[in-house]
């Protein structure tokens, strides 16, 4: 279904979602990179050895769309999944059927989602 060994990276400025999030992936055999800001993801050394990242588009600093369309230049390629708590923000009209999450969501469709980005199913970032 997946290799165990995948890097999932999870951005976020709130730390119970981090927290949710990296206890449920680490409960499904992923590796777990969390990060409270775009900028710290930015900044660190893990991003050569991230296979997905989730990412919050509502944070401040640097949004999620934009955290995106950056990673799109620096790592093309790289699937991306957005989450949102703000029911106002529209889905993007480029996201993947299974890209786009608002909170709360339902933890087993946000595991196929990476499942399906990790083995190319839902192709291009």
Known sequence: MFNSKSVVAVVDDDQRVLDS???LLESAGYTVRAFSSAHTLLDSTALPEIDCLITDIGMPGMDGFEL???MSER???LP???ITG???IPEP???KHNRFFRKPFDGQALLAAIS???SGK???P
């Open 122 to 124: 839902a192709n291009s």
């Open 80 to 82: 991306v999944i957005l």
């Open 93 to 95: 009209q480029e996201a």
């Open 21 to 23: 999030l990296q206890d």
């Open 68 to 70: 995106k369309r950056l």
């Open 86 to 88: 703000r029911h106002e």
């Open 75 to 77: 790592r093309p390629g």
């Open 116 to 118: 399906d980005a990790l």
